[in-house]
């Protein structure tokens, strides 16, 4: 399906995000070398704030504390209302990079490339507004705070009424993916991440001798019969059509060679990609875990933080959004990707509105450079950022109202 965006017009946009280029590396420079954890972003808002307000943009902030909502295009609002969002928060991750924009604060880096995420909406933001008498519709601009951490800055923007006044018809989104040479996109229609919760125990036994088993009640015991039972019945009553994770990373119990330990500590993830499921999940969690309890005469709490929702992308808006950009970036540069058990806070939005996520590539030509998101010597061939530009000032091009 071709766009109905002249020749010229998409030539014009490409000239323009060459011409800012060297500007938005700089606002990412800056923003990696000034990272905050999340909800802690005020310095981020503040920078974010005064770009959009140099260049004429209105917005809020203050939204869920250290958010930002800005409006594009108010006159077009007949025509409907699309957002475009980026997060700010960073990692608690010590950078092992040398570059000469390395973190100036130690133990936070931005790992996840939420820093190219908001230079790449400051970037679209400021060629849509050169563009804004030629927008098909309003856009609104969503810079939110702790994507990383629970409960989601996405689920508190949201609450904020971020999605509201003027009310949004859809929402675009986009990720760094090192595993994507810069200048590729990938995209997935349907069903494409899982949700996400904690699981934490508190094994509680009887403590003693280690040669005099039958006086004990032992918390291993019982953690670890919960472990392989509750991975055992998922496996046999889930979908086999639903994807689903449940894993275990942490299990602590300090006893020694002969001393059975009064409490262990267990902690794991719960992923699926089905919202009924994933509940009935977590009461099959809590009935196991007082079945085995008791069976042990001992108890086990549960504690289940809900995290982020699975991530569904509306077949339509991403194929509509794959089309413009397969026609000005390339068809080759399109790559469709498989489904990820791994979260994102995004999916808050995708279930009040429908929504699409692509992902950037960030790789370099020389792998000898890429690593993954959260590792400390995570970077990006500062390339994408033209790329990421061109997805987001593309994207409200793409809606069809």
Not at 161 to 186: M, Q, S, T
Not at 337 to 349: H, I, K, S, V
Not at 378 to 393: E, P, Y
Request: hydrophobic letters at 40%; one cysteine or more; a negative charge.
């Amino acid at each position: 399906m071709a766009s109905d965006l002249s020749i010229d017009f998409i030539a014009h946009i490409k000239a323009l995000i060459h011409q800012i280029h060297p500007e938005i590396q700089g606002v990412r420079e800056y923003l990696h070398q000034n990272p905050e954890l999340s909800f802690q972003e005020f310095e981020t808002m503040a920078f974010v704030a005064q770009q959009l307000s140099d260049w004429g943009i209105s917005f809020q902030s203050g939204v869920a504390e250290t958010g930002i909502v800005a409006l594009l295009g108010e006159e077009k609002l007949a025509n409907g209302c699309i957002a475009l969002r980026a997060d700010l928060d960073a990692l608690p991750i010590n950078e092992q990079n040398d570059l000469p924009f390395k973190s100036k604060k130690e133990g936070i880096m931005h790992a996840c490339g939420h820093d190219v995420h908001t230079s790449v909406l400051l970037g679209a933001s400021k060629i849509l507004k050169s563009l804004e008498k030629d927008l098909p519709c309003a856009v609104k601009l969503i810079f939110q705070p702790g994507e990383e951490e629970h409960p989601g800055g996405a689920s508190l923007m949201i609450k904020a009424g971020a999605l509201e006044n003027p009310k949004v018809d859809a929402i675009f989104g986009l990720h760094v993916f090192p595993e994507l040479r810069a200048g590729k996109i990938g995209y997935r229609k349907g069903m494409y991440m899982a949700s996400s919760d904690e699981i934490k125990l508190e094994v509680i036994g009887k403590g003693g001798h280690g040669a005099i088993p039958h006086a004990c009640v032992n918390p291993l015991y019982m953690g670890s019969e919960f472990i392989l039972e509750c991975k055992k019945e998922l496996n046999e009553w889930y979908p086999e059509e639903i994807p689903h994770v449940l894993t275990f990373g942490y299990f602590e119990a300090k006893g020694s060679t002969n001393v059975v330990p009064e409490k262990a500590f267990i902690k794991g993830t719960f992923r699926t990609m089905n919202e009924e499921f994933r509940f009935k999940a977590h009461q099959f969690f809590r009935k196991k875990a007082k079945e085995i309890g008791e069976k042990y005469g001992g108890q086990i709490l549960l504690n289940i933080s809900v995290g982020y929702p699975f991530l569904s992308n509306d077949e339509q808006l991403t194929e509509n959004w794959k089309n413009i950009l397969s026609e000005v970036n390339g068809e080759t540069n399109m790559v469709e990707l498989p489904l990820r058990m791994t979260a994102e806070d995004f999916a808050f939005y995708g279930q009040k509105i429908p929504a699409s996520f692509l992902r950037l590539g960030v790789g370099f030509e020389d792998s000898n450079l890429n690593f993954g998101v959260h590792h400390p010597k995570f970077n990006i061939d500062n390339s994408a950022l033209d790329t990421g530009m061109l997805m987001m000032t593309l994207a409200p091009f793409s809606w069809k109202n």
